[in-house]
Structures are given as C-alpha cells and as structure tokens.
C-alpha cells in the first residue's frame, strides 16, 4: 500500500512562503501523478495543483496561479508545493494523493492520501 506523509504546514504571516512536502514511503513516486487539495472548515475540498509522472504541471485553482508552485523529486519520492504570497483565505488543511495512471485529468480516481497538514495564514 502506497502510504503519503505530508510535512511543512504551520502558521505563517499574510504575504509569507511555506513549502509543503509530500512524502512517500515503501514505494517510489516516479509512476504517479501527484495531486494537492486543500479543504477549509465549512468548504468543499478543492484542488489546488498536480504535477504528471512526466513532470507537467496543471492548476486546478486559478486563485493560486503565480504563487503556487508543484515540482517534484523522484531521486527523493518527494513531491513540494511552494507558496508564496500567501493570504488568509489560503488557510486550510493541505492534503496530498496519488493516481496510479499518471496524469492529470479531473476524471482520474485518486486512489491514495496522505493525512493532510494544516497550513494557517494570519497575523
């Protein structure tokens, strides 16, 4: 089983960077596609950007376009999510998981996640 840890997340002041970590454990990376979802109290979760076994990268959320970055690691099975100019409405638990297929598309099953970290903006 495929098990995904996420690490990074904390409180940071409106206009501050954090960088997320998705790590993997037993297997590696390389064959998946990574994807990154934040879910706030009281909200639906959304998708905020995955990156392809390939290494493309799609935005799932125009609101993070320009301060949000997904790379990824394979030597490492390490997928990061830098942001930067965060804002208070960026507050949310950041999750990560996986498909087995390997892109990006917004029919594909995400079959595995990690348990999330809570990233909280505010001064």
């Known amino acids: 089983q495929l098990q995904l840890v996420e690490s990074g997340g904390g409180l940071v002041q409106p206009g501050g960077s954090l960088r997320l970590s998705c790590a993997a454990s037993?297997?590696?990376?390389?064959?998946?596609?990574i994807g990154w979802f934040r879910q706030a109290p009281g909200k639906e979760r959304e998708g905020v950007l995955c990156?392809?076994?390939?290494?493309?990268?799609?935005n799932y959320a125009d609101s993070v376009k320009g301060r949000f970055t997904i790379s990824r690691d394979n030597a490492k099975s390490t997928v990061y999510l830098q942001m930067n100019s965060l804002k208070p409405e960026d507050t949310a638990v950041y999750s990560c998981?996986?498909?087995?297929?390997?892109?990006?598309?917004?029919?594909?099953?995400?079959?595995?996640w990690g348990q999330g970290t809570q990233v909280t903006v505010s001064s």
């Open positions: 037993t297997f590696t990376l390389d064959a998946y596609a």
């Open positions: 990156i392809s076994k390939s290494g493309g990268s799609t």
């Open positions: 998981a996986a498909n087995p297929y390997g892109y990006c598309s917004g029919l594909v099953k995400w079959a595995y």
